[in-house]
């Protein structure tokens, strides 16, 4: 094991990981990323091909965006946002709501995904508190979805290996049955919304869902069309929608944010992360619409909203937010990502005929599919053999999936379908 590895495991306790099984698989020492490649510390490299953990979109120490930090960084890393105010905050919120079309006017900001799911389960409770509707503080979300691991985006988090251990500490919520494209299931989900929605509408806030993805749960798609009933259906039981697209967002199914596709509107709050800082600095962020801010307006101090986070709202996350804003305006990202995920599609379409695959599946810059017979610890293996080809890929479960950053072209996507091909005939040999 190399060193800064073995320092690793005995100072760090990572993320995710059973540290007893860690001895056997250390972590790699990664000492430099450009592009979408990541170095180790023994000069291997590595293609990031799920975008270290879904939040690079446009490679490593891309310079525009670290180029935006540095500058800010010699001007003013951060000040609290509770009675002060800052450039990079003010300009991100206001490029947020223009990518609305002005219906999510109102960003607040936190610094982890699952702190943006809190938020906004909270907004939605206390809004709907203080229009005097206080019985309106359940919530409901999809079977195997994810949206964090504090205590409250947990309870509204369906995998189990997440979740198992803490159920006796989280609130309850409804879990409702989820759309998924290999099912063909998606009239039966609505109908289990709408039987629910129609018992308990005076008790529920919100509905929370991860819009055309479920990406925890193994890249598991949806149609848009899921999404345009299930804002009708929340419409006509007064229940706020809550997106999160924190994985979704920022261009990755081919919109800027998932949703779009369903022609429907806006949801009453969105949750974006991982990708809106380019994979530099942590932030996230809850938008919502006026209609909401205005249920928080009073002279009374309890009826605001009080949240806070130290760090919320920081200067240098959001002078990286704004650089990867103005990155999507100057360089027509989103057309590019079309080109590219067209690129993906075609190098990969040989796994749809292969027997050993099931369920070839692509929703813009995230391509998964299922291996049939995976065998013993499928992911770890899968993941090792990978790495002797170059790439870093983390299978969930049999589900094996790319989400790399948007640096694709076509000698990428060659290169990446023959790693993935030939990785699977090392491991399923
Ligand atoms: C990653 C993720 C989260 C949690 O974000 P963290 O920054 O890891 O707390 C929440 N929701 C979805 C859909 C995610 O993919």
Redesign the pocket.
Known sequence: MNPLSRRSLDAVWHPCTQMARAEATPPLAIARGEGPWLHDVNGRRYFDANSSW?VNLFGHSDAGITGAIKRQLDTLPHVMLAGCTHEPAVLLAEKLRALTGGALGHVFFAS????A?EIALKQSFHSWRNRGFEAKREFVCLKNG????TIG?LAVTDVQIFRDAYDPLLMRAHIVESPDDRLGNEAQALAAMRTLLEQRHAQIAAVIV?PLVQ??AGMVMHSPSYLKALRELTREFDVHLIC?E??VGCGRTGTFFAFEQAEAGWPDFVTL??GISGGTMPL?LVLTTDEIYQCFWSEDVTRGFLHSHSYTGNALACAAAVAVLDKFERDDVLAANRGQSALLAQAFAPLAEDPRVAHLRQRGMILAFDVKNPGERFSERFHLAAREREVLIRPIGATVYLMPPYLIDAATAAFLSHAVMKTLNDVLA
């Open positions: 879904w982890d995904g699952a702190s799911v994810y949206h964090g691991e985006a991860e990406g925890a999160d924190i994985a992360s991982k996230s």
